[in-house]
């Protein structure tokens, strides 16, 4: 399962990846529903880059990331829910840093204008 990410503007791709990969903040992409923030997951990294693609803005570096059973417990914790998404529609999003204890791996897509 993968998550979307975007950094919501404010940082390059090189940036951003730098942040990801050595201060270990993961800027996921939210939604709330009926009241509750939930967090999309994707079967591919395709789609979660997709989903990152149509609801952002064009200035934001947008990637994803491989969801592991210890981050989406976290996120639990944190009071989310997790939503399997099978298309990547349209939602109002916002971004949460989630910290994570394991290095990360993540696939960087640089502006979502330029991809």
């Known amino acids: 399962m993968w ?5 919501g ?7 951003f990846l730098q942040e ?7 800027p996921l992409l939210v939604y709330r529903k009926d009241g509750q923030l939930i ?3 994707f ?16 200035k934001c570096s947008i990637g994803c990331m491989e969801a592991v059973d210890e981050d989406i ?4 914790k944190e009071g989310f829910l997790v939503e399997r998404l099978d298309w990547p529609s349209r939602r ?6 989630l910290w994570l204890e394991r290095e990360v791996d993540p696939i960087t897509k640089g502006f979502r204008s330029s991809i």
């Open 20 to 26: 990801l990969r050595s201060n270990r903040v993961c």
């Open 9 to 15: 503007g404010e940082l390059n791709k090189n940036e």
């Open 92 to 97: 109002d999003v916002s971004v949460h840093m």
């Open 3 to 7: 998550f979307a990410l975007s950094d």
């Open 43 to 58: 079967s591919s990294h395709e789609l979660a880059v997709r989903f990152a693609q149509r609801n952002t803005l064009k």
């Open 39 to 41: 967090v999309p997951i």
């Open 73 to 76: 417990e976290k996120l639990c």
